[in-house]
C-alpha cells in the first residue's frame, strides 16, 4: 500500500541534543512537508519542499533543518537551538499541482528528558 | 494579519442528528478549501475538497459548502454515528506563489457523537 512512513512513534531527547526524524513516502509525490502541531494551536508549517535538493523555510523554521537527497525521503532535525521542542511532529506530502490533499504519516511524539 | 478560526475548539452531537461545523477566515482569498479528519495519535485524512466557485460538495454523509463572500464554510455530517467523533480541520490554500500548495489550517473542532 502507498502512503507516508514516519519514525519514530515517539522519541526522547535530552537538553542540547540534535534528533533527526524520519519521513518516507512511496506515493511518488514531488511536495513533501513537516509540521508541529501544539495542543490548541492547530498545524504550523516548518518546511516544506517541492522537488528533490530544494526546500523552503515554512513558519515556524528557526530551531530545525532539513534535507532532500531522494524524492522519497524528508528528514526533519530539531537542532538544540529549538528551545521548546515538545511537539506532534507531522510529516506529509502531495502531488504537485494546486489543489492536490495532502496525505499525512502518523506523527511523531518528541519529548524532552 | 491572516487568520482562520473553527467554531467551539469541542462539539457534541446526539447520534443521529447532523453535526455542523464553521471555518471562518479573514484577510485570504483562497481559491480552494479542504476539510480533514484527526483522529487522537494519528495524522490528518483528507475528506473533502470545494473550489472557490462551487458553493457546495457532498460525499455520502458529507456536505460542504463554501461562500466566498461571507468567508466561510460550513462542513455537515448528516445521520452522524458515533464512529465519526474526531477532530476536524479546515484548510486554505495561503501562497499562490508556492506552485504546489500551501495550505494554512485551521486548529480545529473535535467533535463528540454521543450515542
Known amino acids: 500500500d502507498g502512503g507516508i512512513t514516519q519514525s519514530p512513534k515517539y522519541l526522547f531527547r535530552k537538553e542540547g541534543q540534535n534528533v533527526t526524524l524520519s519521513c518516507e513516502q512511496n506515493l511518488n509525490h514531488d511536495a513533501m512537508y513537516w509540521y508541529r502541531q501544539d495542543p490548541g494551536q492547530g498545524l504550523r508549517l516548518i518546511y516544506y519542499?517541492?522537488?528533490?535538493?530544494?526546500?523552503q523555510k515554512g513558519d515556524i523554521a528557526e530551531g530545525y533543518s532539513v534535507s532532500r537527497e531522494k524524492k522519497e525521503s524528508f528528514p526533519l532535525t530539531v537542532t538544540s537551538a529549538q528551545k521548546n521542542p515538545t511537539a506532534f511532529y507531522l510529516c506529509?506530502?502531495?502531488?504537485?499541482?494546486?489543489?492536490?490533499?495532502?496525505?499525512f504519516g502518523d506523527g511523531t511524539r518528541l519529548s524532552i528528558l | 494579519s491572516q487568520k482562520i478560526e473553527q467554531n467551539s475548539e469541542a462539539l457534541n452531537i446526539q447520534e443521529g442528528k447532523t453535526a455542523t461545523l464553521t471555518c471562518n477566515y479573514t484577510?485570504?482569498?483562497?481559491?480552494?478549501l479542504q476539510w480533514y479528519r484527526q483522529d487522537p495519535g494519528r495524522g490528518p485524512v483528507f475528506l473533502l475538497l470545494i473550489r472557490e466557485n462551487e458553493k457546495e460538495k457532498r460525499k455520502e454523509r458529507l456536505k460542504v459548502t463554501f461562500d466566498t463572500t461571507l468567508k466561510q464554510s460550513l462542513f455537515h455530517i448528516t445521520a452522524s454515528q458515533p464512529a465519526d467523533s474526531a477532530t476536524y480541520l479546515c484548510a486554505l490554500d495561503t501562497d499562490t506563489n508556492f506552485g504546489n500548495e500551501k495550505l494554512t489550517f485551521g486548529t480545529g473542532t473535535r467533535l463528540t457523537i454521543i450515542p
Open positions: 506529509a506530502s502531495s502531488g504537485g499541482r494546486s489543489n492536490q490533499p495532502q496525505h
Open positions: 519542499s517541492q522537488i528533490v535538493n530544494d526546500f
Open positions: 484577510n485570504y482569498s483562497p481559491a480552494y
